[in-house]
T-cell receptor
Framework: AQKITQTQPGMFVQEKEAVTLDCTYDTSDQSYGLFWYKQPSSGEMIFLIYQGSYDEQNATEGRYSLNFQKARKSANLVISASQLGDSAMYFCAMREITSGTYKYIFGTGTRLKVLA | EAQVTQNPRYLITVTGKKLTVTCSQNMNHEYMSWYRQDPGLGLRQIYYSMNVEVTDKGDVPEGYKVSRKEKRNFPLILESPSPNQTSLYFC?????????????FGPGTRLTVL
């Protein structure tokens, strides 16, 4: 079963508008971490934001915020005031700790296109 | 500058010719990992290492080997590459004591196996 699900293969948003990228996860761990990464067309992976499972407040980093709903197991990324440079692939990821080892699981990604 | 480096960045090879992709980090991170990225599949973990001489299989380890003899280096070895290993490969490192366990990625290696 998929542990990280990103149901939106592609999305469009108008410049200066906000957009939400969906991510749901599945884990039986109590302690886990959730991440969002951006991959522009140049190919590098850029870390955007982190949310720990015990963090009570939603994480924010500039124009990025993570809408963390623990009971629903969702960790949606919200980008406010979209810019043309936000056009990229976005990956949601989870860090699990199993038998003392760390494993990272990624979703299949959402390709975002910002329209001028 | 804190970074993860990978070499080569691009490689075209033929089936069965052994190759090594190097990965090095200068942040003294304990944890290192290799991923492959394929269209529609996201990133999948191949192998990871919690520290020197400690390695373990990820979700797609078949056809790959790794070693961790030094903390900074984590090479990926393809003993007998096949066309289904054509992919974009990323190395990443993480400071386990850092609190967020954020991974820092190398620039990627695009491998084509003919």
């Amino acid at each position: 079963a998929q542990k990280i699900t990103q149901t939106q293969p592609g999305m469009f948003v108008q410049e200066k508008e906000a957009v939400t990228l969906d991510c749901t996860y599945d884990t039986s761990d109590q302690s886990y971490g959730l991440f969002w990464y951006k991959q522009p067309s140049s190919g590098e992976m850029i870390f955007l934001i982190y949310q720990g499972s015990y963090d009570e407040q939603n994480a924010t980093e500039g124009r990025y915020s993570l809408n963390f709903q623990k009971a629903r197991k969702s960790a949606n990324l919200v980008i406010s005031a979209s810019q043309l440079g936000d056009s990229a692939m976005y990956f949601c990821a989870m860090r699990e700790i199993t038998s003392g080892t760390y494993k990272y699981i990624f979703g299949t990604g959402t390709r975002l296109k910002v329209l001028a | 500058e804190a970074q993860v480096t990978q070499n080569p960045r691009y490689l075209i090879t033929v089936t069965g010719k052994k190759l090594t992709v190097t990965c090095s980090q200068n942040m003294n991170h304990e944890y290192m990992s290799w991923y492959r990225q394929d269209p529609g599949l996201g990133l999948r973990q191949i192998y990871y290492s919690m520290n020197v001489e400690v390695t373990d299989k990820g979700d797609v380890p078949e056809g790959y080997k790794v070693s961790r003899k030094e903390k900074r280096n984590f090479p990926l070895i393809l003993e007998s590459p096949s066309p289904n290993q054509t992919s974009l490969y990323f190395c990443a490192s993480t400071e386990l004591a850092g609190g967020t366990d954020t991974q820092y990625f190398g620039p990627g290696t695009r491998l084509t196996v003919l």
